[in-house]
């Protein structure tokens, strides 16, 4: 029974891992120095389920004017942005089916399906987003 659990567990947390999200932080106080990244989502945004520690491939991630960003992933640090800008995530460690062509993003996430239900069907990584004031 625990196998069928897991199973269904992977199946509707990666598919609820497959939306795009927007990262962004609004302007910090004068005497904050880190901020963690939040996921956008608004009253209408159908995604309000993903894992808040998977970031999906194709995503968005918004810098302002006086911000620096660093992208953490299972405890390091991949990526950098000390200028202001609108970036891509793309790491490949978070299959998307929006983020590819249907087909590849399709055998992906069927792999990641495959990756969760190993590990009872969550997610195997910690992803993260930092902001500091500059």
Known sequence: MGILKAALT??????????????SCESMPADALVVRGKRQTGKRSSNT????????????????????MIMVEQGMVTEIATEAGVYTYNSGE???IFSSSFGRGLIDTFKEMWERI?????????QRIYFFNM
């Open 10 to 23: 992977a199946v509707t947390s990666t598919m609820a891992d497959q939306w795009l999200e927007f990262y």
């Open 49 to 68: 389920k993903g894992n808040e520690n998977v970031i999906s491939d194709g995503s968005k991630i918004i810098v302002h004017e006086g911000q620096a």
């Open 94 to 96: 978070s299959p998307s």
């Open 118 to 126: 190993k590990f009872g069907g969550e997610a195997a990584k910690d």
